[in-house]
Nanobody, 120 residues
Framework: VQLQASGGGSVQAGGSLRLSCAASGRTFSGYFLGWFHQPPGKERELIGTIRWSAARGFPSYEDSAKGRFTISTDKPKNTMYLQLNNLKPEDTAVYYC????????????WGQGTQVTVSS
């Protein structure tokens, strides 16, 4: 599986963006998918995860993302999304999507990252 993240850009505080993560090579079946972000000068942090094979996906989020960020999937398009709402300057970061098979304990397939810049 190869992942391609896209949709980043520059927005003003309070704005929204939708990031996409498209898979190629094979289906996500059997995988957990996740979104991470890495603010400037900081470590990469988990935003949330979703189970591709589950009908509802059972998305889960870190506390910092709850209420503003939403993870979803479009199975026919083999794509995962991250909806970013009410963006704040501190959300400025490179955003990555990642995948791990359910048999693996850590995410081992990564997209290349997409930059989100939020101005005040």
């Amino acid at each position: 599986v190869q992942l391609q993240a896209s949709g980043g850009g520059s927005v003003q505080a309070g704005g929204s963006l939708r990031l996409s993560c498209a898979a190629s090579g094979r289906t996500f079946s059997g995988y957990f998918l996740g979104w991470f972000h890495q603010p400037p000068g900081k470590e990469r942090e988990l935003i949330g995860t979703i189970r591709w094979s589950a009908a509802r996906g059972f998305p889960s989020y870190e506390d910092s993302a709850k209420g503003r960020f939403t993870i979803s999937t479009d199975k026919p398009k083999n794509t995962m999304y991250l909806q970013l709402n009410n963006l704040k300057p501190e959300d400025t970061a490179v955003y990555y999507c990642a995948a791990r098979h359910f048999t693996q304990s850590s995410f081992d397939i990564w997209g290349q990252g997409t930059q989100v810049t939020v101005s005040s």
